[in-house]
């Protein structure tokens, strides 16, 4: 079983800055990606931002230069800085892993979802 928390959502004026944090925990062997997707309301879930390894990022078009993704392997916890948000950054945000259990079964696990709310 593995699980991921996260935290640091919430409400913030249009052009200011959200971290958010997930970790991930459990009967975990390796972790081999860690990213952030979102869903806005009436949209489909998209991906935000990926790691892959410790260095290989990824990042949504709309998202490039304004958010920041950070992954630290040892605490397998992952990262997002949020600047210049926009209102049409609202969205639920969802933690990802793409992990190798101890049992060696490969998992895609999402955490529960935060919600980032963008308005003045």
């Known amino acids: 079983q593995v699980q991921l928390v996260e935290s640091g959502g919430g409400l913030v004026q249009p052009g200011g800055s959200l971290r958010l944090s997930c970790a991930a925990s459990?009967?975990?062997?390796?972790?081999?990606?860690m990213g952030w997707y979102r869903q806005a309301p009436g949209k489909e879930r998209e991906l935000v931002a990926s790691?892959?390894?410790?260095?290989?990022?990824n990042y949504a078009d709309s998202v490039k230069g304004r958010f920041t993704i950070s992954r630290d392997s040892a605490k397998n916890t992952v990262n997002l800085q949020m600047n210049c948000l926009k209102p049409e950054d609202t969205a639920v945000y969802y933690c990802?892993?793409?992990?190798?259990?101890?049992?060696?079964?490969?998992?895609?696990?999402w955490g529960q979802g935060t919600l980032v709310t963008v308005s003045s």
């Open positions: 990802n892993a793409k992990v190798r259990a101890l049992n060696y079964r490969n998992l895609e696990v």
């Open positions: 790691v892959t390894g410790s260095t290989y990022t």
């Open positions: 459990g009967s975990i062997f390796s972790i081999n990606a």
